[in-house]
T-cell receptor
């Protein structure tokens, strides 16, 4: 039972354009969501997070949107840069219970110069 | 650099053997988490320790065990290794529930 789903295994965008990565979840208990970036042979790097009491959080070029009614979140990267090319993981947790992160399977983003 | 360190970076061993993976959390973080990333399963939570005590367990096999020491470093012990245990093993730490910071991982290859 996959509680966090990233339905697009890959995404390719041009440098300077917007990258939109999507994530869906099924467990309505989740109240904290995170995005991680992962390069090959490295550990996941924390990018940005959002609490379920918000619908948007912004940090520089990265913005995460949360639509609780649709159980959907998205990560926007504007403008995209070649160095953003990596695998992006969506993760979710609920702070009132186990603190484990439940991960999606990732989306490989390629930003073309 | 997340501040979480893991050793060794690579480990190659044979089926039936036992290995120990080590993790040092970020300074001040009391919680340590272990995750396994295999090719087809993504990142799966194994176990969490908080200040030396086991706090949560995921889909961790009985052949696997972990502990957290008084200096807060943690070790993941994998025994009776099988080919299917080949994976990346990540350790993460956090100061409070929410954001976890990951180490660079240990790549385990079982031959």
């Amino acid at each position: 039972d996959q509680q966090v789903k990233q339905n697009s295994p890959s995404l390719s965008v041009q440098e300077g354009r917007i990258s939109i990565l999507n994530c869906d979840y099924t467990n309505s208990m989740f109240d904290y969501f995170l995005w991680y970036k992962k390069y090959p042979a490295e550990g996941p790097t924390f990018l940005i997070s959002i609490s379920s009491i918000k619908d948007k959080n912004e940090d520089g070029r990265f913005t995460v949107f949360l639509n609780k009614s649709a159980k959907h979140l998205s990560l926007h990267i504007v403008p995209s840069q070649p160095g953003d090319s990596a695998v992006y993981f969506c993760a979710a947790t609920y702070q009132g219970g186990s603190e484990k992160l439940v991960f999606g399977k990732g989306t490989k983003l390629t930003v073309n110069p | 650099d997340s501040g979480v360190t893991q050793t060794p970076k690579h480990l190659i061993t044979a089926t039936g053997q036992r290995v120990t993976l080590r993790c040092s959390p970020r300074s001040g973080d009391l919680s340590v988490y272990w995750y396994q990333q295999s090719l087809d399963q993504g990142l799966q939570f194994l176990i969490q320790y908080y200040n030396g005590e086991e706090r949560a367990k995921g889909n961790i096999l009985e052949r696997f065990s972990a502990q957290q020491f008084p200096d807060l470093h943690s070790e993941l012990n994998l025994s009776s290794l099988e080919l299917g245990d080949s994976a990346l093993y990540f350790c993460a730490s956090s100061a409070s529930p929410g954001t976890q910071y990951f180490g660079p991982g240990t790549r385990l290859t079982v031959l």
